[in-house]
C-alpha cells in the first residue's frame, strides 16, 4: 500500500533558528496538507496546497511558516525563526486520508 | 464547520464488536462523515467514511442514521491493536473532488480494550 514519508521523525532546533520539514506524499495525489499536534493537545491544521499554491490556511500559519513542493515530488514546511511553542509533531498529508507517521520538532 | 460531539472515553472488550457513536445534529447535506483514528504515537489513520448509505470496509462499518444527525462507527471485533483515538469529523463535499478539504479534529474517543 503507497504511504506518505516524513524526515526528519525528530528535529531539534534552537529557538530563532529555520527548520525545513520534509513530506513525499504519494505520487499520484494532487492534495497536500500540513497538521500539528501539541503534545497532550489536538491535531490542528495549518495548510493545504493544491496545484502548487496554498488553497487554505488556518490561523496558526502566519508569515513564519511557508510551504513548498520544490521539484515535483517533495513537499517541506519551513519555519523560518522558531519558537518554543513551535515545539510539536508535525503531519504531513496526501489527498488528506494518508497521513504520514509526523516529524517531532523541538524548539529549545 | 459543523461540530461532531462524542464520548471521551469507552471501553471494550477484546475479540467484542465496539459502537462508537457520533452526533452531528448540524450537519449539512455537502458534508461527507469521516472517520479517523490516532495510535499511540503515530499519526491520523483514516478509517472509513459515507454520506448517507451505511459503509463497510476491511478495518470497519458505519452506520449513519436516517437524518444523519449521528453515525456510529462499528469495529466487529475489537483487537488490542484498536486501542485508540477515533475522530469523527465532516467534511463539506468538494464537487470537484472528495480528497480536497481540510479536516477539522475534535477529541475524539479514546477507546480503550481490555484483553
Known amino acids: 500500500e503507497p504511504e506518505v514519508t516524513q524526515t526528519p521523525s525528530h528535529q531539534v532546533t534552537q529557538m530563532g533558528q529555520e527548520v525545513i520539514l520534509r513530506c513525499v506524499p504519494i505520487s499520484n495525489h494532487l492534495y497536500f496538507y500540513w497538521y500539528r499536534q501539541i503534545l497532550g493537545q489536538k491535531v490542528e491544521f495549518l495548510v493545504s496546497?493544491?496545484?502548487?499554491?496554498?488553497?487554505?490556511k488556518s490561523e496558526i500559519f502566519d508569515d513564519q511558516f511557508s510551504v513548498e513542493r520544490p521539484d515535483g515530488s517533495n513537499f517541506t514546511l519551513k519555519i523560518r525563526s522558531t519558537k518554543l511553542e513551535d515545539s510539536a509533531m508535525y503531519f504531513c498529508a496526501s489527498n488528506e486520508q494518508y497521513f504520514g507517521p509526523g516529524t517531532r520538532l523541538t524548539v529549545t | 464547520d459543523a461540530k461532531t460531539t462524542q464520548p471521551n472515553s469507552m471501553e471494550s472488550n477484546e475479540e467484542e464488536p465496539v459502537h462508537l457513536p457520533c452526533n452531528h445534529s448540524?450537519?449539512?447535506?455537502?458534508?461527507?462523515i469521516h472517520w479517523y483514528r490516532q495510535l499511540p504515537s503515530q499519526g491520523p489513520e483514516y478509517v472509513i467514511h459515507g454520506l448517507t448509505s451505511n459503509v463497510n470496509n476491511r478495518m470497519a462499518s458505519l452506520a449513519i442514521a436516517e437524518d444523519r444527525k449521528s453515525s456510529t462507527l462499528i469495529l466487529h471485533r475489537a483487537t488490542l491493536r484498536d486501542a485508540a483515538v477515533y475522530y469523527c469529523i465532516l467534511r463539506e463535499r468538494d464537487t470537484l473532488n472528495t480528497n480536497a478539504g481540510k479536516s477539522t479534529f475534535g477529541d475524539g474517543t479514546t477507546l480503550t480494550v481490555k484483553p
Open positions: 448540524t450537519i449539512s447535506g455537502t458534508d461527507y
Open positions: 496546497f493544491y496545484n502548487n499554491e496554498i488553497s487554505e
